[in-house]
């Protein structure tokens, strides 16, 4: 087939109660990407990106890095890993080498089924679209299992349709009558839940207790309070060897008992603040501050020392700008997004993705008190304090893990890195 590039394409805001109205337009030449707000929504509504683009009616380039082109926050809608893979795959199916595909092509063929309120149009006409019809989760499990360890080349076209979501893993974005768990949608009908269900392989680092280590890791960070999203287990078919598969409901969408799900707007750190998520481009001192500024209090920012601190004692070291997000209310005010994608993950040569004021790993006591500082805390000993708080909590790792089934020489490897990461960060809490 004949494949012309996208130059245009209208930028369109889900609200939460299912309103959608047109942000504005962007267009590309041989110059790049320009955006430019529509004088409607300039009038009535409030910036999508505060520090990215400015609020104004003028024609706005992007610049070129770190977001392949685009304003880092219609970046935020494209999905990269896993979602980009399927949609390689069809656009391969059309004849089109990925490397002919622009960032505005892959918006277009997102069109509305990526993260957040925002939506593209006019979409690619061979993208699959979601019918709204009921199918197996469990089909729909085994299928992305398939396609992620190179057993088939064939791609149901649910499974793109649902694949539209960042990260490297097997997952899709599904719906469901409440309650009902088994059987799912790719697109909504009146009524329907919102969850991002993760798949397992064999391939991924732990194996098929994937899902059972982060829901320990998410139940943990919920007794800490610091809000993690709802979750639960959804049963694996045994052919797939996972216990359960860990179904997260999506925060980005507003359940409404009689009508569709309407949409909050989410902005990742990498898209606010065009940090790099492939490479150390992200400090928790940077993290914050703008949580303080854009959330306007302390309470955001305290928020966000506690998950870092979270993080370091439980060696979620997979903790980039991708990983951390804003979301925004019809109003316009912010909050920082539910703490997401929380779980075990050392990192190369046991460094941090975000750094904590300057550290990428054992940060002193002198950059852990500067970071407590700029959350507002107006002593060390008030937020060791808080942090004695997030300890306690992980001090039932073990626990929670055997409970729900993560087996136990898996528990024990990761006590014994929990552990050691105490014993090298004991400093902080002597």
Same mark, same amino acid.
Request: net charge negative; proline share 6%; hydrophobic share 40%.
């Given at each position: 087939m004949s494949f012309s590039p996208v130059r245009r394409l209208t930028v369109s805001r889900t609200f939460s109660t299912g309103q959608q109205v047109r942000v504005g337009e962007l267009?590309?030449?041989?110059?790049?990407?320009?955006?430019?707000?529509?004088?409607?929504?300039?009038?009535?509504?409030?910036?999508?990106?505060?520090?990215?683009?400015?609020?104004?009616?003028?024609?706005? =380039?992007?610049?070129?890095? @770190?977001?392949?082109?685009?304003?880092?926050?219609?970046?935020?809608? =494209? @999905?990269?890993?896993?979602?980009?893979?399927?949609?390689?795959?069809?656009f391969r199916q059309q004849g089109v080498l990925p490397a002919q595909v622009t960032p505005m092509d892959r918006l277009a063929f997102v069109g509305s089924g990526g993260s957040g309120a925002?939506?593209?149009?006019?979409?690619?006409?061979?993208?699959?679209?979601?019918?709204?019809?009921?199918?197996?989760?469990?089909?729909?499990?085994?299928?992305?299992?398939?396609?992620?360890?190179?057993?088939?080349?064939?791609?149901?076209?649910?499974?793109?349709?649902?694949?539209?979501?960042?990260?490297?893993?097997?997952?899709?974005?599904?719906?469901?009558?409440?309650?009902?768990y088994g059987v799912c949608r790719t697109r909504a009908v009146a009524g329907d839940e919102s969850w991002l269900v993760k798949f397992t392989s064999a391939c991924l680092p732990m194996g098929h207790e994937e899902g059972l280590c982060e829901a320990a890791y998410l139940s943990l960070a919920g007794r800490a309070g610091l809000q993690p999203p709802r979750w639960q287990l959804l049963p694996a078919p045994?052919?797939?060897?996972?216990?359960?598969? =860990?179904?997260? *409901?999506?925060?980005?969408?507003?359940?409404?008992?009689?009508?569709?799900?309407?949409?909050?707007?989410?902005?990742?750190?990498c898209g606010l603040l065009d940090a790099d998520f492939r490479a150390p481009s992200l400090d928790y001192e940077d993290l914050i501050k703008v949580s303080g500024q854009l959330c306007r209090g302390v309470a955001a920012s305290r928020l966000q020392f506690l998950r870092a601190v979270f993080n370091l004692f439980a060696m979620n070291q997979d903790d980039h700008s991708k990983n951390w997000a804003f979301l925004q209310s019809d109003e316009g005010d912010w909050r920082p997004a539910p703490f997401y994608d929380v779980t075990f993950s050392p990192g190369r040569f046991g460094e941090h993705s975000t750094a904590y004021a300057g550290f990428g790993k054992k940060p002193p006591l002198k950059a852990m008190q500067k970071l407590a500082a700029d959350a507002g805390y107006a002593t060390w000993q008030q937020a060791r304090c808080d942090i004695e708080g997030v300890l306690?909590?992980?001090?039932?790792?073990?626990?929670?893990?055997?409970?729900?089934?993560?087996?136990?020489?898996?528990?024990? =490897?990761?006590?014994?890195?929990?552990? *050691?990461?105490?014993?090298?960060?004991? *400093?902080?809490?002597?």
């Amino acid at each position: 087939m004949s494949f012309s590039p996208v130059r245009r394409l209208t930028v369109s805001r889900t609200f939460s109660t299912g309103q959608q109205v047109r942000v504005g337009e962007l267009a590309q030449n041989r110059q790049g990407v320009f955006f430019q707000y529509d004088a409607d929504y300039l009038a009535q509504f409030s910036s999508i990106s505060p520090y990215g683009l400015s609020w104004d009616a003028s024609l706005q =380039l992007a610049p070129r890095d @770190p977001h392949g082109g685009l304003p880092g926050v219609f970046a935020d809608s =494209l @999905p990269d890993g896993w979602g980009l893979l399927l949609m390689d795959r069809v656009f391969r199916q059309q004849g089109v080498l990925p490397a002919q595909v622009t960032p505005m092509d892959r918006l277009a063929f997102v069109g509305s089924g990526g993260s957040g309120a925002l939506s593209y149009t006019p979409v690619v006409e061979f993208a699959p679209v979601g019918d709204g019809q009921s199918l197996g989760v469990a089909e729909l499990g085994l299928q992305a299992q398939s396609v992620f360890d190179g057993q088939t080349t064939e791609v149901l076209a649910e499974l793109v349709v649902a694949g539209s979501s960042a990260g490297a893993r097997p997952k899709a974005q599904l719906y469901f009558a409440p309650g009902d768990y088994g059987v799912c949608r790719t697109r909504a009908v009146a009524g329907d839940e919102s969850w991002l269900v993760k798949f397992t392989s064999a391939c991924l680092p732990m194996g098929h207790e994937e899902g059972l280590c982060e829901a320990a890791y998410l139940s943990l960070a919920g007794r800490a309070g610091l809000q993690p999203p709802r979750w639960q287990l959804l049963p694996a078919p045994g052919e797939s060897g996972a216990r359960g598969w =860990l179904a997260v *409901e999506r925060f980005d969408r507003v359940w409404r008992a009689d009508e569709v799900p309407g949409c909050l707007h989410l902005h990742s750190a990498c898209g606010l603040l065009d940090a790099d998520f492939r490479a150390p481009s992200l400090d928790y001192e940077d993290l914050i501050k703008v949580s303080g500024q854009l959330c306007r209090g302390v309470a955001a920012s305290r928020l966000q020392f506690l998950r870092a601190v979270f993080n370091l004692f439980a060696m979620n070291q997979d903790d980039h700008s991708k990983n951390w997000a804003f979301l925004q209310s019809d109003e316009g005010d912010w909050r920082p997004a539910p703490f997401y994608d929380v779980t075990f993950s050392p990192g190369r040569f046991g460094e941090h993705s975000t750094a904590y004021a300057g550290f990428g790993k054992k940060p002193p006591l002198k950059a852990m008190q500067k970071l407590a500082a700029d959350a507002g805390y107006a002593t060390w000993q008030q937020a060791r304090c808080d942090i004695e708080g997030v300890l306690d909590a992980l001090a039932g790792f073990s626990a929670v893990a055997a409970e729900l089934g993560v087996g136990g020489e898996t528990v024990r =490897l990761i006590q014994r890195q929990l552990d *050691e990461t105490y014993r090298q960060n004991s *400093e902080l809490v002597a």
